[in-house]
């Protein structure tokens, strides 16, 4: 179809952008997603420490928790990147791009405890961290419905697939942990994976179903030819 038509779906877009992120951002915050709870849970064992009479197994359990930063979960271009015609001649249908960010880091908090035990002994100290990801950012393709309506175009629906998330950085710092010190790294290694793995599909999980509901309720939109 005409550029016209393209130009003119993506001014529509362009022009909602602000009362799309706003009401993003407030839903992210009304489903606690922001700060959101519980992240993460994970229980296993890295290995064993010598408590003098003999070689204890190691435990630990820890949580990522009260991750903050999601809501600031920004849109930065929606764009209708093809226009084609519908089944009848007043329907348009195509293809759209997402691009999104954070305006802010990720940030949680690190907590749980290792255990060993051997006979009557028992060590035991408690995992006191922190995790930071920079640079976060979105990416997601979609469908789109418009028609003409005599010398008015109309954007009737989006929707977008779940967005891919990306980081600059994950930055994990643990506090001392005494007789379990040899562990630190591993346990850093561990969270950084699962900052890389389970949090970047949870947070893609949550936001997509936001993301859609949102652009539902903005539509129908639309503008003189």
């Known amino acids: 179809m005409s550029t016209s038509n393209q130009d003119i779906l993506n001014n529509i877009i362009k022009n909602m952008l602000p009362k799309i992120n ?11 997603l922001d700060p959101w ?28 928790i009260n991750m903050v930063g999601l809501s600031s979960f920004h849109i930065d271009q929606l764009q209708i990147t093809a ?26 908090h690190i907590g749980g405890e290792f255990q060993a035990r051997c006979e009557f002994l028992h060590r035991s100290t408690g995992i006191n961290g922190s995790a930071n990801v920079t640079a ?13 309506d005599g010398e008015k175009v109309c954007l009737d629906s ?6 891919v998330i990306n980081y600059g950085n994950v930055n994990v710092h643990v506090g001392g942990l005494g007789v379990f010190s040899e562990f630190t790294a591993p346990l850093i290694e561990l969270n950084v994976g699962i900052f890389k793995g389970q949090v970047r599909e949870a947070i893609s999980s949550a936001v997509s ?14 503008q003189n030819v």
């Open 209 to 222: 179903p936001i993301i859609n509901q949102t652009l539902k309720t903005v539509v129908p939109q639309c």
């Open 136 to 148: 976060v950012k979105a990416q997601s393709t979609g469908s789109f419905t418009a028609s003409i």
């Open 22 to 32: 706003s009401e993003i951002q407030e839903a992210i915050k009304n489903n606690h």
């Open 158 to 163: 989006i929707i977008c697939s779940p967005p």
């Open 37 to 64: 709870g519980q992240i993460a849970h994970r229980v296993n064992s890295p290995g064993s420490i010598n408590l003098g009479i003999c070689l204890a197994r190691v435990e630990a359990s820890f949580n990522i």
């Open 83 to 108: 226009v084609h015609q519908g089944a009848n001649p007043n329907e348009l249908v195509g293809t759209v791009a997402m691009t999104a960010s954070l305006t802010s880091n990720l940030s949680a």
